[in-house]
């Protein structure tokens, strides 16, 4: 155990997309150190509770809010919600994301909006949203964006993804800049290749995604989850105190990208 099973202990952590393949480690792992956390999703209630439960997460700390944030309202009232069940809330996880794999040029312009609002437009809402409460609690709080290594390297067939998860950065470190001197910090972790959701779904059906992506992973294996909700679990507790405008890249590697051409994959 990296650290005490107490360290998010008094901590209210409210997580977007946290019922995803990624967002699950996640709250486990941030439970089992003590946090309560008020998990968004645009599942059904009931269907969200069930696939908490059945990943070993201990309920009575969750509080679950169906909302979707791509809409102001909505994410007003996801983080009223949180604040009435769990109280002021330290930390704001901007994890909701989505990609569209396929090359560039056929990406409808439709298919790009989308891509930009799920991602960008859901961390600019919940940022401010949570930052707006923080300031209203007295709560010198926390802001942790999902970015990617891909924000610095493109990746190809996701471009919009790439070009999104860029603008997340630069808005994880324009909330810093701005809110520094009120107390809210704002960090981001960048993951690589992770072996849960459709990264693992291509990895075992895609020949070519994967031979791709095995040369890219310079430590030789996809990124375990546990690997990703240890990084969150550290921004989130008070090793992280001095950080802001800072990301974490947990990434095996994947930033060196394009390795030798001369290696065979």
């Known amino acids: ?123 600019f809402l919940l940022g401010r949203a949570a930052s707006r409460s923080m300031l209203e609690d007295g709560v010198k709080g926390h802001l942790i964006f999902t970015t990617s290594w891909v924000a610095d390297v493109p990746w190809p067939e996701i471009g919009p993804y790439n070009a999104s998860k860029a603008a997340m950065k630069q808005l994880m470190r324009s909330f810093a800049r701005e809110l520094a001197d009120k107390g809210i910090r704002a960090n981001a972790v960048a993951p690589g290749i992770v072996s849960v959701g459709l990264a693992k779904q291509q990895w075992d059906t895609d020949p070519i995604y994967r031979a791709r992506a095995q040369k890219a992973i310079p430590l030789g294996v996809m990124q375990p989850l546990d690997s990703v909700a240890n990084a969150f679990l550290f921004l989130c507790c008070s090793a992280a105190d001095y950080m802001t405008g800072t990301v974490l890249l947990v990434d095996g590697g994947c930033s060196l990208y394009p390795m030798d051409d001369a290696q065979s994959p």
């Open 1 to 123: 155990m990296a650290f005490r099973t107490d360290a998010l202990i008094g901590q209210h952590i409210v997580i977007s997309g946290g019922c995803g393949a990624i967002g699950i480690g996640i709250v486990e792992k941030l439970t089992a150190h003590g946090a309560n956390l008020t998990v968004n999703d645009i599942l059904p209630n009931q269907q969200a509770m069930d696939r908490l439960s059945q990943n070993g997460i201990d309920i009575e700390k969750i509080n679950y809010v169906k909302a979707d944030l791509t809409d102001v309202d909505a994410t007003d009232m996801l983080v009223s919600a949180a604040r009435e069940r769990f109280g002021p809330i330290h930390v704001a996880l901007c994890h909701i994301g989505m990609v569209i794999p396929k090359p560039l040029l056929e990406y409808s312009a439709e298919e790009w909006d989308e891509t930009m609002v799920v991602n960008a437009r859901t961390a």
